[in-house]
């Protein structure tokens, strides 16, 4: 179990992929400019990161 700030494992690329499987079952970011989709993203790292502490037994 690492800390997802140094853990190699949540490498960039693990938010994409996350987009990617959100879009292949029809969920779409809301419209807007590539601020406000900047702002979704931060919010969707922030989560996943709340997700691989839950899944791998890390929180309180």
């Known amino acids: 179990m690492g800390n997802p700030t140094t853990d190699e494992r949540f490498a960039p690329h693990l938010v994409s992929e996350i987009q990617a ?7 779409r970011m809301p419209p ?9 993203m931060a919010r969707v790292d922030i989560a996943l990161r709340n997700l691989v502490e839950v899944f791998e037994g890390r929180t309180a």
Do not use: Q, R
Not at 21 to 27: A, D, N, P, R
Not at 32 to 40: A, K, N, T
């Open 21 to 27: 499987v959100l879009e292949k079952h029809g969920y």
């Open 32 to 40: 807007g400019s590539d601020y406000i989709h900047e702002l979704v």
